[in-house]
C-alpha cells in the first residue's frame, strides 16, 4: 500500500515499529504532487528539502512524529511562503515567524510540507477566488473542491497529504470537506490559537484540521488545542484526550434535528442522506430530538455584514508600505495605498472591503453593524437553549452537491448561500465537524455529501463521540 493513502494513526503505528521512515513519508508524497499536482492544484508550493531535514531530526516517540501536514497558505511557517493565495504578497513574502499552531505540531513531531490553495483571504467558496491558480475536486474535477480551504480539502482527498489544517469563517473547513469526501473540524471559538493566522474576521476565524478519518482529526486537535498567551481569545481551558471519545458510542446522546434545516433550499436528495444517517444513529441509541433555530434564517445577513466589517479592519495593514504589493512611482502617500491595493486585491476582497467600510461608515454603524450584533446574539441564544434539550444537533453541511467549476462567474452572490447552514456556528462559537455521508451522482461524476455534527462550546468529544460512530456503521 502507497503511504500516502495511509492515515494518520496507521503511519504513527508502522514509524513505531520502524517498519518505515518519515523521510519515506515525505518522498511517497512528493511523487503523488508531483504526479497530480499541476491537474489538480491543490499547493501552490512544497519544499521537498525542508521536509526531508525536518524528518530526518524528528523525535518519533512524539504524538505525530514523522506525520507530514499540509497547511493552508495563510498560516505562517516559518521560511516558508504565506501568499493568501493573492498577488497582494505572490513572489514577495516569506513567514519570518512560526504560527502557535505550526509550533505546537512541530513540537508533537509534525513536518509542516506544502502550502494548499485558497480562496484569496479566506474570501469565498469554491477556491476560484484564488489569484494564483485554480484547484479541483479530486472526486469529481468539473465541480469546485469548496472554499476556502479547498486547497487543504483537495490535497487531502487526493492523498497528496496525509491531513492538513484549514482556516473557517463561515464554514471555509466544513464546506470543502463535505465536497471532497473528507473530514473536517471547525473547533469551538477559542480551543485553538489564532495566533500566526492571516485574519479575515477574527471574532470568527478558527483554524482546524482536515483528515481522511475521525480518528486523525482527533489526534490533531490532541496537539493543536490549548491555552496561549499570544491570543488573547485562546482559552486556558483543559485540553481532554479526545481519542477516548471515539468509543463510548451514541446510546444515550439526544441529537437535534433543526426545523429551519431541513426545509426550502435544500436539495431533497441531500435531506433523505442525511435523515438516513440519523436514523442509523438512532438504531444505535441515540435519540433524535426535533429543534427550532428559529433566527438561523438572519445567519447569513447577519454574517455578510460583521465578517466583512472585521474583513475591512483588518486588511487595512496592507497598504503598501512595510511589505506585500507596493504601487510603483506613487504621487503622494493616498496614491501609494489605493494604488497599491488596487493592483493586490482581487475583486471578491475588493467587493467584502467596501461592503465593510460602509457598514461601519458614519451614518450606518447603527443601522447595519450593531443591528447585526443585536441578532448574533439572538442566534447564540438560540444554540444556547436547543442545547439544553439535546447534546448535538444533526445537519445537512451544504444545501446542494458541489456545483460545477465556474457556475457562479456570473453571479458571485450565489454562492454566498451556499455556506447558510455552516455559518450559525462560528457566529455562535460552538464546534462543529463535516464528515462524509454518501454520494449523489449528477451526469456520471459521484459527488461526495457531507453530514454536518455541531456541539456546544467547547464540546468537540461529543463530534468525536458522534463521528466516529457514524464512520464505522457506515463502513
Known amino acids: 500500500m502507497s503511504l500516502c493513502t495511509a492515515t494518520i494513526a496507521t503511519l504513527r503505528q508502522r514509524l513505531l515499529a520502524k517498519e518505515i521512515s518519515p523521510s519515506e513519508i515525505v518522498q511517497d ?40 501536514i499540509a497547511f493552508k497558505d495563510n498560516i505562517n511557517v516559518k521560511g516558508q511562503p504565506c501568499t493568501c493565495a493573492s498577488r497582494l504578497f505572490e513572489g514577495g513574502y516569506t513567514a519570518p515567524y512560526n504560527a502557535t499552531v505550526t509550533h505546537k505540531l512541530t513540537a508533537a513531531g509534525a513536518i509542516p510540507f506544502g502550502r494548499a490553495n485558497m480562496d484569496e483571504f479566506a474570501m469565498g467558496s469554491s477556491t476560484e477566488n484564488s ?14 473542491p469548496g472554499g476556502s480551504s479547498g486547497g487543504s480539502a483537495s490535497a487531502v482527498s487526493s492523498h497528496m497529504a496525509i491531513a492538513a489544517l484549514g482556516s473557517d469563517t463561515g464554514g471555509s473547513i466544513r464546506q470543502p470537506a463535505s465536497h471532497c469526501g473528507i473530514v473536517g473540524l471547525k473547533p469551538s471559538y477559542g480551543r ?184 448574533r446574539t439572538l442566534i447564540q441564544q438560540d444554540f444556547t437553549q436547543a442545547f439544553e434539550q439535546v447534546d448535538a444537533i444533526l445537519s445537512p453541511v451544504s444545501p446542494t452537491p458541489p456545483r460545477k467549476l465556474e457556475e457562479a462567474k456570473e453571479d458571485p452572490l450565489k454562492d454566498y448561500l451556499a455556506d447558510i447552514y455552516t455559518i450559525s456556528a462560528n457566529l455562535s462559537g460552538i464546534c462543529a465537524m463535516s464528515v462524509p455521508c454518501g454520494t449523489l451522482n449528477e451526469e456520471g461524476d459521484d459527488l461526495p455529501i457531507g453530514l454536518q455534527i455541531m456541539a456546544p462550546h467547547l464540546g468537540e468529544e461529543t463530534l468525536f463521540q458522534i463521528g466516529s460512530t457514524w464512520e464505522k456503521i457506515r463502513g
Open 131 to 144: 489569484a494564483l491558480r485554480r484547484t479541483l475536486n479530486p472526486q469529481a474535477p468539473r465541480h469546485i
Open 29 to 68: 508524497l512528493a511523487k503523488n504532487i508531483e504526479a497530480q499536482n499541476e491537474t489538480l492544484g491543490a499547493y501552490l508550493s512544497w519544499d521537498l528539502d525542508a521536509a526531508l531535514k525536518a524528518a530526518d531530526e524528528v523525535d518519533l516517540s512524539a504524538p505525530l512524529g514523522g506525520i507530514p
Open 192 to 375: 485553538v490559537s489564532r495566533y500566526g493566522l492571516v485574519a479575515f474576521a477574527s471574532s470568527l476565524d478558527q483554524i482546524g484540521p482536515m483528515t481522511k478519518t475521525v480518528e486523525d482529526a482527533a489526534l490533531l486537535l490532541e496537539s493543536l488545542a490549548g491555552t496561549d498567551g499570544r491570543d488573547s481569545t485562546c482559552l486556558d481551558a483543559e485540553v481532554p484526550s479526545y481519542t477516548k471519545a471515539l468509543h463510548k458510542g451514541v446510546k444515550g446522546l439526544k441529537i437535534g434535528l433543526p426545523t429551519e434545516y431541513f426545509g426550502e433550499g435544500l436539495d431533497p436528495r441531500v435531506k433523505e442522506l442525511v435523515m438516513n444517517a440519523a436514523k442509523k444513529l438512532e438504531k444505535e441509541g441515540a435519540e433524535l430530538v426535533e429543534i427550532s433555530l428559529p433566527n438561523s434564517q438572519h445567519a447569513v445577513a447577519t454574517y455578510y455584514i460583521i465578517a466583512p466589517a472585521e474583513a475591512s479592519s483588518n486588511l487595512s495593514r496592507f497598504d503598501g508600505v512595510r511589505y506585500g504589493n507596493r504601487a510603483e512611482e506613487p504621487r503622494d502617500m493616498l496614491d501609494l495605498y489605493s494604488r497599491s491595493r488596487a493592483e493586490g486585491f482581487g475583486s471578491e476582497v475588493k467587493r467584502r472591503i467596501i461592503l465593510g467600510t460602509y457598514v461601519l461608515s458614519s451614518g450606518y454603524y447603527d443601522a447595519y453593524y450593531t443591528r447585526a450584533q443585536k441578532v
